[in-house]
């Protein structure tokens, strides 16, 4: 049996292994993803320029959750 086309096959052809990649993008929305880079260009050991790059994906509605988390309720 063939894992359908839109399915990523994690470990094994084991069917109970297959997520589909609206699971994936179901579960980051939910939960959300942080991606963070770096990039350091230096020319004789001396450091010239630093990129620093901070991703997060998520949904707003779960965005605005934790965002106001330590928030005192609207009144």
């Known amino acids: 049996m ?16 297959e997520m589909t990649l609206l699971d994936i993008l179901d579960h980051v929305l939910n939960q959300g993803v942080v991606l963070r880079g770096n990039v350091v260009i230096s020319l004789a050991g001396v450091d010239l320029v630093f990129l620093g790059l901070d991703v997060i994906l998520t949904s707003v509605e779960t965005a605005l959750k934790h965002m ?4 005192p309720p609207r009144k």
């Open 68 to 71: 106001g988390a330590g928030l």
């Open 2 to 17: 063939s894992a359908p086309t839109n399915a990523v096959v994690f470990a094994g052809d084991d069917p109970s292994d």
